[in-house]
């Protein structure tokens, strides 16, 4: 079995809205903690969309902002034309959180697996540290290289273990007239600095530019939407996805929240030793506190059945968007929004943590 994971570069359109939306969004919430939010970018040329939906008692100019997290990116935002067209959130779904419960519906996912550092797919884990070490590149070569790309990297498996790297693709933007022989050179030794040596042989593929050039990218390439790159963000495409976009969002939408904590839950059942993998899905009704349904996957591997450990987990864990959102709370989403949400910034993020171990094998042996 081969399993494929896909990362972006930051100036991908995609990811350039999706990080657009989340720097308006940490900025709003700095100033006004009790935001609630719902933006999104559209990109194409020169002209940047923000739409949305924002309650708040912050004040800010979102052009400017926009312009900040552009020039943050490596473009230049006063290249950009900007149109706003930002209200205030329906009254009616404010009616459903004022009394906390869920700002929307929908069905979200989280995932741990073992095997690595992160709790995550390798292939994902290899596809995001390459794409950090080819922005890195990026920056310090900026008359040869552009901002947009994406590298692809696929693993063979044998009896659900990694046993060798059969393709790695990237696609890197570069400068007009730069040639293949000054900048191939340069991406290989990316490649032999990320991809661990074991896992390549001779039959391993490399695939740089695969078309030949790469000259014309970002915007002028393509246009961007806010939440295009959810399996970028999320489990690779290696795992469940509900299919709501998270940037943009503040955590009274559960398609943001609910994901963290799902992740959150599915990272301690693992670490406790409950699953060597662990998939977690929860389903909300728009305004209603309780969730509708919880689902546990343990893949077959779990030490018990999977309706036993539902009732492990529903006793360690609050599902309530309320309560989600004071365990997880965090400010600063704009760190979220290049190269993963899940299975990044371990030692900071909240529902990275594992502070729920503890607790959950005492439920277990009690039971």
């Known amino acids: 079995m081969i399993k494929t994971s896909e990362s972006v570069l930051r100036g991908h359109p995609d990811k350039i809205c999706d990080q657009v939306a989340d720097y308006i969004l940490t900025e709003l919430i700095k100033q006004d903690k009790d935001t609630r939010a719902g933006i999104e970018c559209l ?61 929307d519906q929908g069905i979200m996912y989280g995932y741990a697996e073992t095997g690595t550092e992160e709790l995550m797919p390798l292939p994902i884990v290899l596809s995001r540290k390459l794409a950090i070490k ?13 901002k947009d790309g ?17 393709t790695v693709v990237v696609s890197v933007q570069t400068k007009p007239g730069i040639k293949r022989d000054t900048y191939e050179p340069m991406i290989q030794t990316v490649i032999n600095q990320t991809i661990p040596n074991e896992l390549i042989n001779d039959e391993t593929k490399i695939l740089i530019n695969p078309t030949g050039e790469f000259v014309k990218g970002g915007s002028y390439a393509d246009s961007g939407l806010t939440g295009r790159k959810l399996q970028c963000d999320s489990y690779g495409g290696l795992a469940l996805h509900g299919g709501g976009a998270w940037s ?47 689902l546990v996957n343990t893949f077959g591997n779990g030490v018990v059945e999977d309706n036993k450990l539902l009732e492990v987990i529903k006793n360690a864990f609050n599902f309530t968007p309320k309560s989600i959102t ?8 704009y760190q979220l929004a290049n190269y993963g949400q899940v299975g990044v910034h371990i030692e900071t993020l909240p529902w990275e943590q594992l502070n729920k171990v503890k607790l959950l094998k005492e439920l277990f042996y009690e039971n």
């Open 326 to 333: 004071k365990e997880i709370g965090i400010a600063d989403f």
């Open 150 to 166: 994406k590298c692809q990297v696929s693993l063979r498996y044998e009896n659900d273990k990694p046993v060798e790297i059969t």
């Open 134 to 146: 080819l922005d890195e590149l990026n920056s310090l070569e900026p008359l040869i290289f552009g």
């Open 43 to 103: 990109i194409k040329d020169e002209l940047l969309v923000i739409a949305g939906e924002v309650t708040t008692k912050a004040v800010v100019d979102y052009k400017k902002l926009a312009r900040e997290c552009l020039d943050d990116i490596g473009l230049d935002g006063d290249e950009f034309e900007i149109l706003e067209k930002i209200s205030v959130q329906s009254s009616d779904i404010a009616l459903g959180v004022d009394i906390g419960g869920a700002g």
């Open 248 to 294: 943009g969002k503040d955590l009274s939408k559960v398609d943001r929240s609910a994901s963290y904590y799902a992740r959150y839950i599915a990272k301690n059942i693992v670490v406790t030793g409950l699953a060597s993998k662990c998939e977690i899905g929860i389903a909300y009704a728009i305004g209603i506190s309780e969730p509708v349904s919880i």
